[in-house]
Nanobody
């Protein structure tokens, strides 16, 4: 069973960049699909971007396409989300999530069994 440890959130200005990290504790992401979700108060968790266990990227959400990119290190112990050209509407708590293998419905939060603790990203205008 893999545990997820997130880091990298913070407060930035519109147009800035941030990189979030999701580290696997007690294992690797070799056989896990890892995705990033975000949540704002009163709303459901929204899929953002992710990496399949095969290393292929999951198509990112339209709201972040071209700005956010998920990647994985060669050791398969950390998944990153590079966030560029941040906008105030990107303000949210960001979570990484993992599911064993994973071949379908990869943008649905309910299909992910393992979750990180969340990290706050605040973008000021």
């Amino acid at each position: 069973q893999v545990q997820l440890v997130e880091s990298g959130g913070g407060t930035v200005q519109a147009g800035d960049s941030l990189r979030l990290s999701c580290a696997a504790s007690g294992g690797t992401f070799l056989t896990y699909t890892v995705a990033w979700f975000r949540q704002t108060p009163g709303k459901e968790r929204e899929f953002v971007a992710g990496i399949k266990w095969s290393g292929d990227r999951i198509d990112s959400a339209d709201s972040v396409k071209g700005r956010f990119t998920a990647s994985r290190d060669a050791a398969k112990t950390t998944v990153y989300q590079q966030m560029n050209s941040l906008k105030p509407e990107d303000t949210a708590v960001y979570y990484c999530a993992a599911q064993k293998l994973g071949t379908s419905r990869l943008v649905t939060a309910a299909n992910y069994a393992y979750w990180g603790q969340g990290t706050q990203v605040t973008v000021s205008s």
